[in-house]
Nanobody, 126 residues
Framework: QVQLVESGGGSVQSGGSLRLSCKVS????????LGWFRQVPGLEREGVAQ???????TYADFVKGRAIVSRDTAESTLYLQVDSLSPDDTASYFC????????????????????WGQGTQVTVSS
């Protein structure tokens, strides 16, 4: 089993930044992807960023150029920083883990995820 615990959400002004953390614990194995999804009520959960065990990262088009996903292996923590926030970024953000080696954000959907964090709300005000 794997446990994912997010932190760092909250309210941010438009134009500001967010930095989310996800503490990973349990038996991840050696082949897995870590990533972030977000969800707005009434809509499907959508991928934001994915990173593999070699620290190769991919991003959704809507955050490309203003987001960085990173891992601190020693601390078993996943991070997501997003800059230039707009109200469109308001959502619940979820940390996610998928077993395997195929980690492209364009290929990994919510149905592929094996473990989820509890989610953290990010609200961007204009």
């Amino acid at each position: 089993q794997v446990q994912l615990v997010e932190s760092g959400g909250g309210s941010v002004q438009s134009g500001g930044s967010l930095r989310l953390s996800c503490k990973v614990s349990g038996n991840t194995g050696s082949r897995y992807c870590l990533g972030w999804f977000r969800q707005v009520p009434g809509l499907e959960r959508e991928g934001v960023a994915q990173i593999n065990v070699n620290n190769y990262a991919t991003y959704a088009d809507f955050v490309k150029g203003r987001a960085i996903v990173s891992r601190d292996t020693a601390e078993s923590t996943l991070y997501l920083q997003v800059d230039s926030l707009s109200p469109d970024d308001t959502a619940s953000y979820f940390c996610a883990m998928k077993r395997g080696l195929f980690c492209s954000v364009k290929e990994v959907t919510a149905r592929d995820i094996d473990y989820w964090g509890q989610g953290t709300q990010v609200t961007v005000s204009s």
